[in-house]
């Protein structure tokens, strides 16, 4: 039984994803402070500066729409550095792999293909 949970912690998707997990949440964590420290000030000041900025009131209700703002940002510069780093190489290196197969798989009929002529003029002298 040991053994069994042993080959699933061991599979290389499951390490995979708890790595993926850890750097995802350390990733999050180093865009929301850059969002706190430098979008959030940012839009204060182009919004009315100090306290206010990024706020409006309707019968004593704040509507943050500075923070709102800031997770726009938060998230599509996630979106952008999770596609660049992650996507965009994983796509490449696959489509890479995809070639060489293609290519060894060419070669191998090509070998087939003369291994048959050879046959089949063995065959015939």
């Known amino acids: 039984m040991l053994k069994g949970f042993k080959n699933f912690i061991m599979r290389g998707n499951v390490v ?14 180093l865009v929301g402070q850059f969002t706190k420290s430098f979008l959030d000030p940012m839009i204060k000041v182009i919004t009315g500066g100090n306290e206010i900025g990024g706020k409006f009131t309707i019968n004593d209700v704040d509507f943050d729409y500075g ?7 938060t998230f599509l510069l996630t979106a952008a550095v999770l596609y660049f ?41």
């Open 85 to 125: 780093l992650v996507v965009l190489p994983l796509n490449k290196y696959n489509e890479y792999r995809r070639r060489n197969e293609e290519a060894a798989a060419e070669k191998l009929s090509h070998e087939v293909e003369l291994l048959t002529e050879i046959r089949d003029l063995l065959r015939r002298g």
């Open 67 to 73: 923070a709102f703002i800031g997770a726009i940002i």
């Open 16 to 29: 995979d994803l708890a790595v993926a997990v850890v750097i995802g949440a350390a990733f999050t964590a």
